[in-house]
């Protein structure tokens, strides 16, 4: 069974500052993909970054980055450069391979995060 | 290039009428996905389905719960005899290729059903 934790419910960030959101997982799959989704309070869910299992580098898309630790078993997410605009739920999920449960995504329980000036 | 639709957004029910959330998937995605985001928790997955299968239910209630994916025309997961604990946002994802692929999921904007 696979399974994602995070264990921070909120966060607070100054804008203009880095900011670390947590996220462990435990799977027994040699094969996996890391997932990282936004949520605004409007509710839609905005996919953010990829990470696969096999990937050598970190995975970056602008300000955010994804800071991979394999043998920690943990994937955490870097904004950098806050902004008022990324005041949301953050989720990571993971998704397994072909003895993990394929496609289907397993998500923890969310980040909020509030940017404030 | 239309995302992925859900319809309605939101959706009423008194208790123990039935619910009917439709998803159409992303042009040329075959594969669909269902979750429940119950009030302050994450998406929890609950079917897996292609063009006229249903091929992971593992995350399904065992009663009252449906789902479809017909030839032609939209997903469609049907909740019978709804009850309050059925209040929840549902999200429909869509990929185009098949388990084992790792391709991302894209998010429809949800369907938010209040059960009065």
């Known amino acids: 069974a696979q399974k994602i934790t995070q264990t921070q419910p909120g966060m607070f960030v100054q804008e203009k500052e880095a900011v670390t959101l947590d996220c462990t997982y435990d799977t027994s799959d040699p094969s996996y993909g890391l997932f990282w989704y936004k949520q605004p309070s409007s509710g839609e869910m905005i996919f953010l970054i990829y990470q696969g299992s096999y990937d050598q580098q970190n995975a970056t898309e602008g300000r955010y980055s994804l800071n991979f630790q394999k043998a920690r078993k943990s994937a955490n997410l870097v904004i950098s450069a806050s902004q008022l605009g990324d005041s949301a739920m953050y989720f990571c999920a993971m998704r397994g391979g072909f003895t993990g449960g394929g496609n289907k995504l397993t998500f923890g329980t969310g980040t909020q995060l509030k940017v404030e000036l | 290039n239309a995302g992925v639709m859900q319809n309605p957004r939101h959706l009423v029910r008194r208790r123990g009428q039935e619910a009917r959330l439709r998803c159409s998937p992303m042009?040329?995605?075959?594969?669909v996905y269902w979750y429940r985001q119950l009030p302050e928790e994450g998406l929890k997955f609950m079917v897996y389905l292609q063009k006229e299968n249903i091929i992971d239910e593992s995350g399904m209630p065992k009663e009252r719960f449906s789902a479809e994916f017909p030839k032609e025309g939209p997903s469609i997961l049907r909740i019978q005899q709804v009850v309050r604990g059925d209040s929840a946002a549902y999200f429909c994802a869509s990929s185009p290729l098949a388990q084992g692929d790792f391709y991302e999921q894209y998010f429809g904007p949800g369907t938010r059903l209040t059960v009065t």
């Open positions: 042009k040329g995605h075959s594969h």
